[in-house]
């Protein structure tokens, strides 16, 4: 086996183990399937973490995870896909991200690996054994990684950011106590 049948290959398993696991993830948001509550509970979710209006949050960041993961695997339109799925990861990993980075503690740890891996897929393209390769790369060009990622980084950064915002005015109507009740005697 030749180092570039080496490569090949490898690129094929980190792209159906990310694209499948992308694809299965937006699967449960979209149709409630692999234990997944489908658009109306992943609505009310998306709601209760500040992706306002949830349903449409909840189609969003399916359709991303579903869409990007299944190309993806497929090696179809790499840059886009995995700029698809790296932005519905951002959008994930920053609900997560007060929970610290590791996954056991509700942390952001899957959703930056998932995105980071998507990612990587996107710049290094899909390698031989893809789609990509065998339609000549029509969908597939250096000009989309960069035009991919500007889209996603434009889109991601208004949406996280206004769910930011929103955080933001709902916590400025509460107030900490200023004292810790403990047993006073």
């Excluded at 183990?17 to 409630?32: D, I, N, S, T, V």
């Excluded at 609900?95 to 610290?100: E, S």
């Amino acid at each position: 086996m030749t180092r570039n049948d080496r490569r090949d290959l490898g690129l094929l398993l980190l792209r159906l183990g990310a694209g499948g696991a992308l694809a299965a993830h937006g699967a449960q948001k979209l149709f409630g399937w692999f234990g997944g509550h489908g658009i109306e509970g992943t609505g009310h979710f998306m709601e209760s973490v500040g992706y306002v209006p949830g349903k449409a949050s909840a189609t969003a960041a399916g359709l991303a995870e579903t869409g990007g993961g299944t190309l993806l695997a497929l090696g179809l339109a790499t840059p886009a896909a995995g700029a698809a799925a790296a932005g519905a990861m951002a959008g994930a990993a920053a609900v997560h991200a007060p929970n610290g980075f590791f996954n056991q503690g509700g942390g952001y740890e899957y959703a930056a690996t998932l995105g980071l891996t998507a990612a990587g897929l996107a710049v290094t393209g899909p390698g031989r054994l893809s789609l990509d390769h065998l339609l000549g790369h029509a969908v597939n060009r250096g000009w989309m990684i960069p035009a991919a990622f500007a889209a996603t980084a434009a889109g991601t950064a208004v949406v996280v950011g206004a769910r930011a915002r929103r955080l933001r005015k709902a916590k400025e109507g509460e107030q900490e106590a200023l004292f810790e009740e403990e047993n006073m005697e």
